[in-house]
């Protein structure tokens, strides 16, 4: 790996970049804190990056996978979930339109025995 990258090590404490082209840039052991993106980020991973209390508004995340992901305490207001699929996940607490997930899962099932018990 070169040496001669001017940003090895750079300070860059309330940098702004305005309209930059940062394809394939790479971002290792750097700090974002508090940084603000207005940006296209279509084809980005993010791999063992935290992001706590990073607050999303008007974003883009359609056909993007989530793996691994933790999601407690999160909120999710005027989100479009459609066609997504939720698979494998931990739901204790969750709830959609204040109703506990769990309620309605019991809910589903129940129904679906006794319409098969029908059938």
Known sequence: MTTDNPFTGAQLENTVYDKANMTNARFNGVNLSNAEFFAVLSNARFTDTNMAEVEFDDVNL??????????????????????????????????????????????????????????
């Open 62 to 119: 359609s056909a993007s996978t989530f793996n691994n992901i933790n999601l407690a305490r999160a909120r999710f207001t005027n989100i479009n979930f459609s066609n997504a699929v939720i698979s494998d996940a931990n739901l204790d607490g969750m709830t959609i339109n204040g109703i506990l997930v769990s309620d309605l899962l019991e809910s589903y099932q129940a129904s679906r025995k006794k319409a098969d018990k029908e059938t």
